[in-house]
């Protein structure tokens, strides 16, 4: 499979997702730049749309979710490329069967490219040095895990210093969007934040 | 809402030094703080606040259970399922007990184990509304859709007018997704827009659900079809109204949001055509 690279504004949002809701499990979407017509066929990761921490295993508002988000990404040049999700014990940190399913729909609409980050929550910490996830990619009807690098060191450092401050209390995600619609999925502010840090 | 960080840094700030001041509630906040400390993975604070709480009411079965949620946040699970065997020896009708128990067997991964003690919790306390909806969340980890439908059907027994538990039901129909399933879910996510038609979630239900029936071969008519498609477009309608009435006019034209709902009714009605 290609390489993969996730931004910076990508990596925190979707670790800041995770700190925020420690009690829960939560999910979300990262969306690449749609390469199809370019020969360089690295799945850059640009942004992450976070979606619930309420039930995830329930299909109607996941369904309408991905209706905005796919509108929203076709008209910005991008693609509904990967998924992730933290598991609501703190050590577990498997694929379940949301995470296989929706991976596989993403992998079905996306030319059979996704990628599936399933979050270490023990790794959700400003000490980390390490990615907070592991990346698993489709193999057959399998997803195995690539152990290849997907951010560098600067984005590890900003996240650091984001998970030590409050800015998780900012994050909007589905949820909260579903409860009040004025709410921004998209976290404009949050990532005028994150590009302040760099 | 669960605000633990807040919680213990106003102990930290403020309520620590002005103990003296709380007068007789200093306990209750001594209680409140044990938890929230526990939450926050402080467990030494939850010690200290248990301990000043032990020593005011030393036979208090409500500070105990505090000792066994010590326990369990430290991961030493044995300990916490004798204490809370202890208080329920000396008090049978102590719910709270119980449920530290089957929050102790989630917490193992053991969930055939929470959802067998769940289910003996409810025989004797069958009122006891949250823990239904446990049971049920407990059900849907495990895609038994069929037993969490009956979870929810006991609430919405015992509470009729309460939107939420119709829009739930609704939800796992739909997402067992078969024509009858589905057919149940538009009916109960119609419920839930009638008792509270702000409800974002629930209309977005109806028109999904609406849609997937109108575009379905599963029909008895073509005048079914047309209801369908008529319900979707009502429920669009609502949906493209609360949008325009409660977002900012940018964030509604950037994220496309009218679009994307435009984009299923044309879906709809070309289908129909063909």
């Known amino acids: 499979m290609a390489d993969i690279e996730v931004s910076i504004q990508a990596y925190c949002k979707l670790l800041l997702h995770a700190a925020k809701y420690p009690h829960c499990a939560v999910n979300g979407i990262l969306l690449a730049k749609d390469n199809r017509s370019s020969d360089n066929k690295t799945i850059k990761f640009v942004d992450c749309i976070p979606l619930f921490h309420l039930t995830l295993g329930l299909s109607p508002m996941l369904e309408a979710a991905l209706l905005q988000i796919d509108t929203y990404c076709r008209s910005i040049g991008c693609v509904i490329a990967g998924y992730y999700q933290a598991n609501e014990l ?18 079905e609409n996306n030319n059979s490219n996704a990628c599936v980050f399933m979050i270490d929550n023990e790794r959700v910490s400003p000490n980390s040095t390490m990615e907070v996830y592991r990346v698993h990619i489709p193999k057959d009807t399998a997803w195995n895990v690539d152990k290849r690098q997907t951010v560098e060191e600067e984005t590890l450092r900003v996240a650091s210093v984001l998970l030590s401050s409050d800015a998780c209390k900012q994050l909007v995600d589905f949820d909260c969007h579903l409860d009040d619609v004025s709410k921004d999925w998209r976290n404009i502010d949050l990532n005028d934040m994150i590009a302040k840090c760099t | 809402m669960r605000d633990s960080l807040t919680v213990v840094q106003l ?10 001041k709380l007068g007789d509630e200093l306990w209750t906040v001594y209680e409140q703080v044990c938890v929230a400390a526990l939450d926050c993975q402080r467990n030494e604070l939850a010690e200290d606040c248990q301990e000043a709480l032990g020593s005011k009411f030393p036979q208090s079965v409500r500070v105990q259970r505090l000792k066994g949620m010590i326990y369990e946040a430290a991961g030493r699970y044995h300990k916490a399922e004798e204490v809370y065997k202890e208080i329920i020896d000396k008090d049978e009708t102590n719910m709270f007990a119980r449920k530290r128990k089957v929050a102790i067997m989630k917490a193992q991964n053991k969930v055939a184990e929470a959802i067998e003690e769940l289910n003996k919790y409810l025989k004797l306390f069958m009122t006891d509304f949250e823990a239904w909806m446990e049971l049920c969340d407990l059900y849907l980890s495990q895609q038994d859709y069929g037993k969490a439908c009956f979870c929810v059907e006991e609430l919405i027994m015992s509470n009729p007018h309460n939107h939420l538990y119709h829009q739930k039901f609704a939800e796992i129909k739909y997402t ?68 325009t009435s ?24 070309e289908k129909t055509a063909s």
Do not use: C
């Not at chain 2, 102990?11 to 003296?20: A, S, T, V």
């Open chain 1, 90 to 107: 703190l050590q577990d940190k498997e694929m379940n069967n949301i995470a296989k399913i929706i991976g596989k729909r993403i992998q």
């Open chain 2, 11 to 20: 102990w930290d700030r403020f309520l620590d030094q002005e103990k003296n």
């Open chain 2, 176 to 243: 067992m997704g078969d024509p009858d399933s589905m057919f149940q879910a538009r009916s109960y996510f119609s419920q839930a827009v009638k008792l509270n038609p702000d409800s974002v979630r629930s209309l977005y239900g109806l028109f999904l659900s609406a849609s997937s029936l109108a575009v379905s071969g599963a029909h008895k008519s073509s005048k079914e079809k047309q209801s369908n498609i008529k319900y979707a477009a009502w429920a669009a309608q609502q949906l493209k109204e609360k949008y």
């Open chain 2, 246 to 269: 409660v977002q900012p006019e940018h964030l509604t034209n950037q994220t496309k949001v009218l679009e994307s709902i435009e984009k299923v009714l044309e879906s709809l009605t």
